[in-house]
Each structure stands twice: as structure tokens, then as C-alpha cells.
């Protein structure tokens, strides 16, 4: 069993930049893909970023691609998305997710999710 927190959301301009956290529980954290997910209100949940067991193969969503990084700490049982360059389109409750599969075909996503997280608040005014 996992457990996952969020932290970091808020407010912020266009422009500016935020970091996501979320802190898992349980002995299992590094058997997981970690990603991260957003949505919008009055839309689809979106995939946003993933990132592999190790740490060492990330994947993104087109429209955040140069402004998002994501990693992960084995060791602290986190994985992280660095928000640069926020845009209002960026405006979401963003959601940390753990699963066992990284597609790329058609598109990156994280797939066979077993674990997510409550969401976090993010708000980006123009």
C-alpha cells in the first residue's frame, strides 16, 4: 500500500514558478513510475510528466515541455514537478499518481495506476 501527499500548490503570476512534492509512505515507493496529472475545471484529467523507477528517463506533455521538470528521490520517498514559466492555461488541481507503465505511443503517459494522490491547488493569474 502507498500513500501519497501533495504540497506546494498555490498562487502565483504568469510567469513565476512553483514546486510540487509528493511524499509517499510505505516501503514500495521505488516499484512505482511516479507522474504527475492535472485538471482543469470542466475538463479531462490530463497527463502532465512521468518519471521512470531510477530517476533517470522523464517524460512530458507537449505543452509543458521546457517549462516542467520532473524528478524523483528514492531515498526520500518524493517525487517533485519544478513549474517554470506558468501560464494560465497551467491552472489545474494537480494530482501525483503511482503506477507500473510509461507508454509513448501515441503520446507519454503513465498507465496502470494503482495509487493517487488527493491533489493540489494550482492558480496562475494573468
Known amino acids: 500500500q502507498v500513500q501519497l501527499v501533495e504540497s506546494g500548490g498555490g498562487l502565483v503570476q504568469t510567469g513565476g514558478s512553483l514546486r510540487l512534492s509528493c511524499a509517499a509512505s510505505?516501503?514500495?515507493?521505488?516499484?512505482?513510475?511516479m507522474g504527475w496529472f492535472r485538471q482543469a475545471p470542466g475538463k479531462e484529467l490530463e497527463f502532465v510528466a512521468a518519471v521512470n523507477l531510477s530517476g533517470t528517463r522523464t517524460y512530458y506533455q507537449d505543452s509543458v515541455k521546457g517549462r516542467f521538470t520532473i524528478s524523483r528521490d528514492n531515498a526520500k520517498n518524493t517525487v517533485y514537478l519544478q513549474m517554470n514559466s506558468l501560464k494560465p492555461e497551467d491552472t489545474a488541481v494537480y494530482y501525483c499518481a503511482a503506477g507500473k507503465t510509461i507508454v509513448v505511443v501515441p503520446s507519454p503517459s503513465l498507465t496502470a495506476v494503482n495509487y493517487w494522490g488527493q491533489g493540489t491547488q494550482v492558480t496562475v493569474s494573468s
Open positions: 510505505g516501503r514500495t515507493f521505488n516499484h512505482y513510475a
